[in-house]
């Protein structure tokens, strides 16, 4: 999210580097949402990319919503100083854009994992679960999840960023040299902080005739009489989709603004 940028300019550049990131990574989602839920896993690539369509409307409409908020916060944040957000402010931006983007995430996220489970296309699954309590099921814990996982990419790259260029100016002498190990701190963030709150919400999901799973409270509990390590299964596979996801939308946000709006960034 840019601050040369208006806020339909971020949001065009975040729905980009969003759907190219879903086309390039949903099969580390597939089998998170998996093993999650207890399910075996594949290497069919018809089923590892089940609701893919769902997911890159996700991904697409979730990151175009998190770039045009963020930036619209960062200038509000700025007041039109020329200067850097401090750490708190470039975090506080990143998360309250995560958790507006969730109202449209989570919706798109259980058609996504209903597909994953049943098979079928994303019309007829859309009507199979078109119901309030259904479409509401798991927002608390996506809420969370894309705050933090928000600020993982899009806040925490930055920060790591500039403290590499700053203290060691002579082994990071690119935005490029210092972009793998910020991608690296950036993912470990987004996944460890958020994983309990993605398989709370994912289980819930998964079951929405709510056989196992109940209420948000109900469902930590229940995944909780298996041991701490229960909330974080499949998070070999999400830490390894997050690294890849922070590094290609740090450098995609970078890229492909002025690659769309060459005249912002005059």
């Known amino acids: 999210m840019s601050t040369?940028?208006?806020?339909?300019?971020?949001?065009?550049?975040?729905?980009?580097?969003?759907?190219?990131?879903?086309?390039?990574?949903?099969?580390?989602?597939?089998?998170?949402?998996?093993?999650q839920q207890g399910q075996p896993l594949t290497a069919d690539p018809r089923k590892l990319y089940r609701g893919v369509s769902?997911?890159?409307?996700?991904?697409?409409?979730?990151?175009?919503?998190?770039?045009?908020?963020g930036g619209s916060l960062k200038k509000t944040v700025l007041g039109g100083e020329n200067r850097q957000l401090k750490m708190h402010e470039e975090m506080g931006t990143g998360i309250a854009a995560g958790v507006v983007s969730a109202l449209v995430g989570s919706p798109l996220e259980l058609i996504m994992i209903q597909q994953q489970r049943k098979g079928g296309g994303t019309t007829a699954t859309f009507r199979s679960i078109a119901t309030p309590d259904n479409f509401l099921r798991g927002f608390a814990g996506a809420a969370v999840r894309e705050g933090l996982w928000t600020c993982g990419y899009l806040s925490i790259p930055p920060i790591v960023r500039r403290h590499l260029r700053e203290t060691y100016p002579e082994r990071f002498d690119s935005d490029a040299k210092a972009r793998v190990p910020a991608a690296l701190l950036g993912g470990l963030f987004a996944c460890y902080l958020t994983q309990p709150f993605d398989t709370v919400k994912t289980c819930?999901?998964?079951?929405?005739?709510?056989?196992?799973?109940?209420?948000?409270?109900?469902?930590?509990?229940k995944i909780g009489e298996d041991g701490f390590t229960a909330f974080y299964r499949g998070a070999t596979f999400r830490y390894?989709?997050?690294?890849?996801?922070?590094?290609?939308?740090?450098?995609?946000?970078?890229?492909?603004?002025?690659?769309?709006?060459?005249?912002?960034?005059?």
Do not use: H, W
């Open 4 to 35: 040369s940028l208006n806020e339909f300019q971020n949001a065009t550049v975040g729905m980009t580097v969003g759907v190219i990131e879903v086309l390039c990574l949903q099969p580390f989602n597939y089998c998170k949402n998996m093993i």
């Open 54 to 69: 769902a997911n890159a409307v996700n991904m697409g409409s979730c990151t175009m919503i998190q770039f045009a908020v």
């Open 204 to 221: 819930m999901q998964g079951d929405i005739e709510r056989k196992t799973y109940g209420t948000f409270s109900d469902t930590a509990r």
């Open 240 to 266: 390894g989709r997050m690294v890849c996801a922070v590094f290609m939308m740090d450098f995609l946000q970078a890229a492909v603004g002025p690659m769309l709006y060459p005249g912002a960034f005059k």
